[in-house]
């Protein structure tokens, strides 16, 4: 019993000597609490619908009445008045807006006058949860407008709402594909760069690097530009196989472009993530303390990107860490070129961004090393 208890104490000391193991250790699920359950909240809200309205008529007043309401009490939309067309849907294509509402100038002539009254409605189906809510809460809008009276029979003419999809046929899990990318991306950061620098601390062997004139730009260097080698690969390649789970074959949908758009956003994703994992964990002494903090990491930047629920129906703190969120301009850049099959124009925002943080991250990185015992 003695001896059983020495073992018990030893390991119960090893613990307790990590502090930031320890806190990490109760902090984590209460972060879990508070991400999750702020990513995750059921119906979606403040989905942005643009609405062109050229219609001044009562009918058309009367949608708009609808909306606002709809926007006040579930929210399921926030309404963005547009004057241009044009201008809504090149807001559509950048992901600004989830539909776009065009209301013509005789469509409440057409009611009056018993007419087949059409509108209609752009989705981003990108993100099918997202249009369908925004398909819903408009066809909701819709509904009964002209029916002054319960009919004895049905109208021939009515209100008709035409929903037109901006890109090809999405299914849900295929719009999981760039999260998942993003995902392999953070693991593979995880497992290479730093964590070769803890293992070293761990075992004993860095001590040999201070024998050489390496200095600590050339192994943070190193470090970076072998993970960034490896998990490039890797990122690939959950590329390539999640895509022919779901039926997608590469070959047939992207172009040289395309692959070089993608090659781009995984090398500054990989970047940027590397970085950061370097300034927080270049000082570790034990991997226990990355895979504690790995997992912290993975929680409060994946969650929040938008790779599974869209950023719009966020809390506003959490919305507002999402615009610092290096994986949320991963995904959303990711999602433009495989789903909507944009070039490096249409995400040349996020690239820079990306770039930017790239850059501060591994400059941080190389000051935050420490060449010593």
Not at 229 to 235: E, G
Not at 302 to 315: D, L, Q
Not at 328 to 342: C, D, L, P
Not at 348 to 359: E, H, I, Q, R, Y
Request: aromatic share 12%.
């Amino acid at each position: 019993m003695i001896r059983f208890l020495a073992v018990v104490e030893r390991d119960l000391r090893k613990f307790l000597r990590n502090p930031m193991v320890v806190l990490v250790s109760i902090l984590m699920p209460i972060l879990y609490l508070i991400i999750l359950g702020n990513s995750f909240q059921g119906e979606l809200k403040n989905l942005p619908l643009a609405v062109v309205r050229m219609d001044s008529g009562p009918y058309a007043e009367k949608i708009m009445e609808r909306l606002r309401s709809i926007e006040a009490g579930p929210r399921t939309v926030a309404l963005y008045y547009a004057a241009d067309q044009g201008f809504a849907m090149e807001g559509l294509k950048k992901g600004l807006f989830k539909g776009v509402l065009i209301i013509p100038p005789d469509f409440s002539r057409d009611i009056l006058h018993k007419k087949t009254a059409e509108a209609g409605i752009f989705l981003d189906n990108s993100e099918p949860i997202a249009s369908n809510s925004v398909r819903n809460a408009v066809s909701a809008a819709f509904s009964g407008i002209g029916s002054e009276f319960a009919a004895v029979r049905e109208e021939r003419a009515r209100p008709l709402l035409r929903d037109i999809e901006v890109y090809k046929k999405i299914d849900y899990d295929q719009t999981l594909i760039p999260g998942v990318v993003i995902m392999a991306i953070f693991l593979g950061a995880m497992t290479t760069g730093v964590f070769n620098t803890v293992m070293d601390k761990f075992l004993g062997t860095e001590e040999s690097y201070l024998m050489t004139p390496i200095t600590k730009t050339d192994i943070v260097m190193g470090l970076l530009a072998s993970g960034l080698f490896i998990t490039t690969i890797l990122a690939f390649l959950v590329l390539f196989i999640s895509s022919l789970i779901l039926g997608i074959y590469l070959w047939q949908v992207l172009t040289w472009q395309t692959v070089f758009a993608i090659f781009l956003v995984i090398v500054l994703s990989t970047l940027c993530l590397q970085g950061l994992l370097f300034v927080m964990l270049s000082r570790a002494d034990h991997p226990r303390i990355v895979g504690v903090f790995g997992g912290f990491l993975n929680v409060i930047l994946f969650f929040p990107s938008g790779a599974i629920y869209p950023v719009e129906s966020f809390p506003w703190w959490l919305k507002a860490f999402s615009t610092v969120n290096p994986e949320t301009y991963s995904v959303h850049a990711m999602r433009a070129i495989f789903s909507k099959g944009e070039g490096l124009g249409a995400v040349k925002g996020d690239l820079a961004f990306l770039a930017v943080f790239a850059f501060i991250m591994v400059a941080a990185a190389t000051l935050a090393y420490k060449r010593r015992l």
